[in-house]
């Protein structure tokens, strides 16, 4: 088979490779356009049985979408209400804490860098000495200032949520014509009814998979929150808050959290047990969580591969930046489904999820539901 052959592995990985870039050429440039509208859509399937349950109460549709999001939007605005004030507290020592950490962090380097200076000797010892490089003072570069960034993030912020809720509100009350307009794309007898079934189980899995994982985080921000608190650490409900919105990122979450409660451990006491006590604690708890809780209480069929859900969320990290890291999981949980209701899409819901029957096991043969068997080792 030559390279030439339509069908060559070779040329189809190509065409596969320039269509992967292609693709994430369009999320980052259509980043402004693509972002609300698949946030909205997220959004709207997640709050669609709120709204027909208002609507069962003979409710006008119209009615019923805005009073859900107008209870939503209350609900964050007086959780934002609760956690300002040691927030903005927070932000205002960050100058002076950041100040107070590296001369802790100095504190301890100094044996490290002992052993370093000495080795620094040894070696210009060895080499005879040599010319002193002339050290060369570089200004520091002008920019905008802490406060003037934080404000600009704030608008920004505040205009994406009001498109957001602009979206998700016509969406809501015009999700037939929506899904009519779908149907368009594909117009033969079965596509409304494909269209349909398909969004049912995108709604169904996704309210499965954020209710149960809105649940166990809630459940690890209030078990770190508490022993935080135990441990001496103030405002207790502002890091249990940061926790439980952290682990909604798969893994990377988790890190960066116990990163945050040891450097705020350092910052506030005077040696560093309480703050590597935290870190063990929250190691502890989020360990249980991943291996035991999650899955647990999460099916098989919502699980995701452990890599894929990695390079997804370094992938949607680099193209759509903070928004792209918390989406990644409902993302790849509604491709999986659409790639389940679609014939040529075995491929790709076995790429993302785990322990798919489609898999291949070692021996060749598809997993059909189990683990694969084990590989005869010739002799």
């Known amino acids: 088979m030559s390279p030439a052959d ?21 999320l980052r440039i259509g980043r402004p356009v693509l972002l609300p509208l ?17 609507e069962r109460l003979h409710l006008p549709r119209a ?9 939503l939007v209350a609900g964050v605005a007086f959780g934002v209400s609760q956690l300002q004030g040691p927030a903005a507290e927070w932000m205002q020592r960050a100058p002076e804490d950041l100040g107070e950490l590296q001369v802790k962090l100095q504190e301890l380097r100094e044996p490290v860098e002992t052993v370093v200076e000495a080795a620094d000797q040894v070696e210009e010892m060895a080499e005879g000495g040599g010319e002193e490089a002339a ?8 920019g905008p200032s802490l406060s003037d960034r934080l404000l600009g993030m704030t ?17 809501l009350v015009g999700r037939e014509r929506i899904v009519a307009k779908v149907v368009l794309l594909a117009p033969d007898s079965d596509a409304w009814g494909r269209v349909v079934s398909c969004a049912s189980s995108i709604r169904v899995q996704l309210s499965t998979f954020v ?31 940061l926790v439980a919105v952290l682990n909604f990122v798969p893994y990377l979450g988790s890190a960066t959290g116990i990163l945050i409660v040891g ?8 040696t560093a047990s309480p703050a590597l006590g935290a870190m063990a604690i929250y190691l502890v708890l989020t360990s249980l969580e991943g291996t035991l809780i999650s899955p647990a209480l999460l099916s098989r069929r919502l699980s995701l591969d452990p890599v894929v859900t990695l390079v997804g969320i370094l992938v949607m990290g680099f193209v759509w930046g903070v928004p792209g890291v918390l989406l990644t999981v409902p993302i790849l949980v ?46």
């Open 6 to 26: 339509p069908r060559h592995p070779l040329r189809i990985g190509v065409e596969r490779f320039v269509l992967a870039a292609l693709l994430l050429a369009t």
């Open 38 to 54: 698949v946030s909205a859509g997220i959004a709207t399937l997640l709050l669609l049985p709120c709204v027909r349950l208002l």
């Open 63 to 71: 009615l019923a979408s805005a009073t859900v999001l107008l209870a």
């Open 135 to 142: 050290e060369v003072e570089v200004a520091p570069e002008s």
């Open 155 to 171: 608008w920004q912020t505040i205009t994406f949520f009001v498109l957001l809720i602009v979206l998700v509100f016509f969406m």
């Open 211 to 241: 209710v149960t994982m809105t649940l166990i985080n809630i459940g690890l921000g209030i078990g770190v929150g508490t022993a935080l608190h135990l441990l001496g650490y103030p405002n207790p409900i502002l890091w249990g808050t």
């Open 263 to 270: 450097v705020v451990g350092l910052l506030i006491f005077d």
């Open 334 to 379: 509604s491709v999986k489904v659409v790639a389940e209701h679609h014939e040529g899409g075995a491929m790709i819901a076995a790429l993302i999820g785990e322990d798919h029957p489609a898999v291949p096991s070692r021996d060749g043969r598809e997993v059909e539901g189990g683990p694969a068997p084990e590989a005869t080792v010739p002799s």
